[in-house]
Each structure stands twice: as C-alpha cells, then as structure tokens.
C-alpha cells in the first residue's frame, strides 16, 4: 500500500473521536461525569491514535526503514487500543467496572505492543544520526503502560484522600508523561522541519540530555502525591518545566521569525499552555494542604492541557505533516501547503481565544461560546486537512 494510502487509512480514527466529542457534547454534558468522557474521548481516543501513528512513522524515519517493516504490527496494536477505549468509555457510561478493567488491560498491551515494536526496529536499524530519538517514545508508552494501571485502580472506586493523590498521578503520568514525553522527542528535529531551517547546533545535545530529567520529573510528581508528601510533587513540576526549557533552549531565536508557518505558530501556542498549566499546578501544589483540592484544580487544568496543549500541538504537526506524506510531486505538494495554511489567523484565534473562555469559566454563557469557538476550529482543521489532494495513482 503507498504510504499516502496508509495514512489516510492509518488517521480515521483521530478525526471519528473528534467528531464523536463535537457531536456528542449535549449528550456528554448531560451525562453524570461530562468532564471524564470528553477527556477521554480527546486523550484516550484522539491524541493517543495520533501518537501512535506519528511515533510509528518517525520511528521507521529516524532509524531509515521502509514503513512496511511495523504496519503489521501496528494494525494490531492499534486495533487493541481502540477496543480498549472503547470499553472504557462504554463501561463508565452503563457504570460496569468489569468493563473498564478490562478496556484499561488493552491499552496497556497495546503500549507494551507499541514498545516492543520500536525496540525491534531499533535493533534491526544500522547505526544512525538520531538513533536515540525513538527512546523517548519507548519511554513514554511505559508511562502510557503506567497511566493505565492507575486508570485501572480508579475504575474500581478508590476511597478517601487516596482517590485524589491517584488521580493525580494519574493525570500527570499520562499528560506528562505519555503525551509530553512524545512531544518533547519529536520537537527535536520537527521544529527546524517546520521551518524548513538546519538543525541548532545544541539542539540534539540538549534533547537527548532533557530526556532523564523528564522521566525523573514525572515520577517524582507520582510518588510525591502517592505517598502523600507534597514537596516532591513540587520538586517534580518544577524540574519538568525546568526539562522543557533546556530541551527547547536552542529553538527560541526561531519564535521571532516572521510568516511562521501555522504548524509553528500552533506548536508554540501549545507550548505557552502548557507553561500556564505547569506553573498553575505548581502553585496550587505548594499553597494547598488537601489533595481534594490539588485534584480539583487538576481537573480545572484539563481543558488547557488536553485542548491547548495536546490536541493544539496535534493539528499544527498535522497541517505540515499530511501534505508531506501525501506526495505528488512539488506541485501537489505546494498545493496542499497552501490549502494548510488557509485561514491560519482564524484557526488559531478560534482556538486559543476559545480555550481562554473555557478555561477562565467565567459565566455559562462565555463558557458556551467559548466551547463553540474551539469546535469551530477543530471543524475547520479537520476540513481542511480532509481537503488535501492525494498523489495520483500512475
């Protein structure tokens, strides 16, 4: 199958999710726990789908393999994910606990599924300039690995204070830990790819040395909130927010360029939301002495994390990404950059303006309005990303 084909192929399941949490959320908000099925539908379903394409992609890049040496695999483990989510979602919705355990048993083998593929392509590749590059998805799947067991323990109704610090570390764990991690790998190399500019000297020296930070950092937030000290939850955010800027350091003289494209522009949007999320958790762990009230402002922090930070960064790599692998010679490949590129100042203040209004919640109304913008944009994207041309069959 031609590589153009087998995204197509390979992204269905990004969009349907999206879609499902555009056109379900009446329902959802009536539900008893709107909050839980549409970060659900968004992490679990949408970005947890793209990360795995994506990693799989970059991965088979990075090492120089031909992509038909997982797509077997990844058939497999993708299906796995998706009925886990599946179960996840239905069984929290008809309350069946069974059914939740066992949705969260899939994902963790199709993480298990996912890391072992990459450590097969990696022993199979000959020696390679960013060899390393497909540890730091190695290394994220075991958080995913690990964010599903706390899922798991979660679904069974933990009791008192406990339920709190597990929620915690299980946000930070899968949101820092699966999807951060993930980002944080690619933008090594994605962000000059963007720009179409060469790699900063330091860039992959910082990167490869952020990556034990990174992980250290994560756990530490865990184990702060599982053994209920607080202080090494702090510890941990802030040497993850200390990670990102080391990592991302040799970038910044590229955010003063101007006619950015919207990939760069959105990737930086998302950045600067998780910076907000990073320092806004920080405070609140050191100047609250109840992990009820951490956790809820966790949750508060959802809406930035999961729209401003996952699914931001997601559409912008998609809108250099899908024209890139869809091929068709220069001039089809310049026409599907344009087609990405439209409406770019829309797209993006819809977005960020909307997830303002979400986040701030300042009346019903706003909060409404500001659902409706960031759909909008999702709509828009997705359209546009749909109405790129594929190469043409010879």
């Known amino acids: 199958m031609r590589r153009d084909k087998w995204h197509r192929y390979a992204h269905i399941p990004t969009p349907l999710y999206l879609l499902a949490l555009i056109c379900g959320l009446p329902w959802i908000k009536g539900s008893g726990d709107p909050k839980w099925i549409w970060v659900h539908l968004l992490l679990l379903g949408a970005i947890t789908n793209l990360i795995f394409v994506w990693s799989s992609h970059f991965t088979s890049t990075m090492l120089r393999l031909p992509p038909e040496s ?32 066992f949705g969260a048993t899939a994902v963790i083998i199709s993480a298990g599924l996912h890391v072992r593929s990459i450590q097969i392509q990696i ?14 998805y190695i290394v994220s799947a075991l958080f995913l690995i690990l964010g599903g067991l706390f899922g798991g323990f979660l679904s069974q109704g933990p009791k008192g204070e406990f339920k709190y610090r597990l929620l915690l570390a299980h946000y930070s764990t899968n949101i820092f830990g699966w999807i951060g991690i993930t980002v944080a790998g690619t933008l090594i190399t994605f962000i ?12 992959e020296n910082h990167g490869y040395r952020s990556l034990p930070w990174l992980i250290v950092s994560v756990l530490a937030v865990d184990t702060g909130a599982l053994i209920n ?55 609140d762990i050191a100047k609250n002495d109840k992990w009820k009230l951490v956790s809820s402002h966790a949750e508060s922090l959802i809406y930035i994390l999961g729209i401003g930070f996952a699914l931001q960064m997601g559409l912008g790599a998609l809108s250099y990404l899908i024209p890139a692998v869809l091929g068709g010679g220069p001039s089809n490949a310049r026409q599907n950059g344009d087609v990405s590129e439209r409406l770019k100042a829309t797209r993006l203040i819809l977005h960020n303006v909307g997830l303002g209004l979400l986040a701030t919640n300042y009346s019903r109304a706003l909060f409404l309005a500001g659902g409706a913008m960031v759909a909008l944009s999702i709509i828009l994207n997705l359209f546009l990303l749909g109405s790129l041309r594929p190469a043409r069959s010879i």
């Open 70 to 101: 997982d797509r077997k695999r990844y058939l497999v483990r993708v299906l796995l994910l998706n009925l886990g989510v599946i179960s996840v979602i239905v069984g929290k919705i008809q309350g069946l606990k069974t059914l939740m355990a």
């Open 192 to 203: 000059p790819t963007m720009l179409r500019t060469q790699l900063p000297a330091k860039a």
């Open 229 to 283: 000290i607080r202080v090494i939850a702090l510890i941990g955010i802030i040497a993850y927010l200390g990670s990102w800027i080391y990592l991302l350091s040799p970038h910044f003289r590229f955010v003063l360029q101007r006619n950015s494209p919207f990939s760069f522009i959105s990737t930086v949007s998302s950045l600067i939301w998780l910076v907000i999320s990073l320092t806004s958790l920080g405070i």
């Open 123 to 136: 022993k199979r590749a000959l020696p390679t300039r960013f060899k390393k590059i497909p540890h730091f």
